[in-house]
């Protein structure tokens, strides 16, 4: 398995690939569309994924933590409803939810490790000893989020004009979360905010 991580230390910062000798991952899914009247449709599908690390000969210390990237679970449930207006026009609505269970971004987990701090607190002028420059990584787990999303439109035969909103209540979520263990920190991507927009669409 391979993931992008940063190494620190008298080179500077390099971003590279590591590899993970192996990984097992297993888990099961399932989707269930229910239609309780003709143009409305209720969907809901989620999977539940366990992983650990078995062999790392690059941090031979993270085996038997998670696999990166990997949810811990996933949940998507919403509607759907396509209803005439006239004999050439259909309205459309759709809206859904979807919750993302906890998640790993690095092989390092729930640890502490030393960083260059560690090595060089004691010899500085503050000299203090060098476990107060060791840092520790289970807050770099990201929590469970949920986001909604809603449709909202009008469409013919070969047309479309439709209004939406991507992240409806404006929820504060993190995209990436990538520890750079050797220097202590991690750099944080945030996810994207509420988005309204309307798109138009032709077939031809």
Do not use: C
Request: aromatic content about 12%; proline content about 5%; cysteine-free.
């Amino acid at each position: 398995m391979q993931f992008f991580e940063f190494f620190v230390g008298g080179f500077g910062l390099l971003r590279v690939v590591s590899n993970i000798d192996r990984v097992d991952l297993w888990g099961g899914e399932a989707n269930i569309t229910v239609k309780p009247l003709d143009g409305w449709s209720i969907f809901a599908s989620g999977n539940v994924t366990e992983s650990e690390i078995k062999r790392n000969s690059s941090r031979p210390d993270t085996v038997g933590n998670k696999s990166p990237y990997t949810a811990d679970y996933t949940l998507n449930i919403g509607t759907q409803l396509v209803l005439p207006i006239t004999d050439k026009v259909r309205g459309t609505l759709r809206a859904d939810y979807r919750l993302t269970g906890p998640t790993w971004f690095h092989s390092v987990q729930d640890q502490e490790k030393p960083t260059l701090f560690t090595g060089l607190l004691p010899i500085s002028a503050l000299q203090l000893p060098g476990f107060v420059g060791n840092a520790r990584y289970d807050v770099t787990q990201r929590d469970a989020f949920g986001l909604v999303n809603l449709r909202i439109g009008v469409e013919g035969d070969n047309w479309r004009l439709t209004a939406f909103a991507n992240n409806l209540f404006d929820k504060q979520w993190l995209n990436e979360v990538i520890p750079a263990i050797e220097f202590g920190g991690s750099f944080i991507s945030p996810g994207q905010r509420r988005v309204i927009g309307v798109e138009a669409g032709f077939t031809f």
